[in-house]
């Protein structure tokens, strides 16, 4: 079975600087999705963005970013240029490509905060 | 982006009654929806994944019983939790996957108080 590890229970950020969330991952397919989902305290879960496996390019969307290592199965988000909005809970998440295993599998959760 | 509703937002009841949750699909059709709890400060955690006119799946340690999951067309899918009990209080999160695409989306979630 697959398995999602945030080892950052808390993470702590200056507004306007950059930090980085880490996650790691275990599974023995060669082809799945990975994404960091932003929960805010309104419990919305929103994506953030989203990895094809199979993409070696790094996705990017606006000031989120990530650092995908496949053969480490390594998934780290990097917020840049951080605003108080982004203070929240972020998950990282595993999804399979095979249709008849394609639930997602979250991590533990980080919770970020954003210092003004 | 695709919409997914849930209701009520927010429910309180007495040990022993059943609670039915909705999630729809607002603007797109799903096949398959996930039903998802959440404990304070912990992660979401899937219950059961459910395909449209057929019988959920459910994830180990998750009674089929209790929380029973219907299904019955594109847009809809409900979870009625039977014979609540006060450690059935949790936030149930629902998740709706776009016909045959990669796309998932959540629901608000919602807040079941037993007391």
């Known amino acids: 079975a697959q398995t999602v590890t945030q080892s950052q229970p808390e993470m702590s950020v200056q507004e306007a600087e950059t930090v980085t969330l880490s996650c790691t991952y275990d599974?023995?397919?060669?082809?799945?999705?990975l994404f960091w989902y932003k929960q805010p305290p309104s419990r919305q879960m929103i994506l953030v963005i989203r990895?094809?496996?199979?993409?070696?390019q790094n996705a990017t969307e606006n000031r989120f970013s990530v650092n995908f290592q496949k053969a480490a199965k390594s998934f780290s988000l990097k917020i840049s240029d951080s605003q108080l909005g982004d203070a929240a809970m972020y998950f990282c998440?595993?999804?399979?490509?095979?249709?008849?295993?394609?639930?997602?599998?979250f991590g533990a959760g980080t919770r970020l905060t954003v210092k003004p | 982006g695709a919409v997914v509703s849930q209701h009520p937002s927010r429910v309180i009841c007495k040990s022993g009654t059943s609670v039915k949750i909705e999630c729809r699909s607002l603007?797109?059709?799903?096949?398959?929806m996930f039903w998802y709890r959440q404990f304070p400060k912990q992660s979401l955690m899937l219950m059961a994944t459910?395909?449209?006119?057929?019988?959920?799946?459910?994830e180990q340690g998750v009674e089929k019983d209790k929380f029973l999951i219907n299904h019955a067309s594109l847009t809809l899918s409900t979870l009625t939790v039977t014979s609540a009990h006060p450690e059935d209080s949790s936030f149930y999160i629902c998740?709706?996957?776009?016909?045959?695409?990669?796309?998932?989306?959540f629901g608000p979630g919602t807040r079941l108080t037993v007391l």
């Open positions: 599974t023995s397919e060669s082809d799945y999705y």
């Open positions: 998740s709706a996957r776009v016909i045959a695409g990669n796309e998932q989306f």
């Open positions: 603007d797109f059709q799903a096949t398959t």
């Open positions: 459910s395909n449209e006119g057929s019988k959920a799946t459910y």
């Open positions: 990895q094809e496996a199979y993409k070696q």
């Open positions: 998440a595993y999804r399979s490509s095979r249709y008849n295993n394609n639930d997602m599998r």
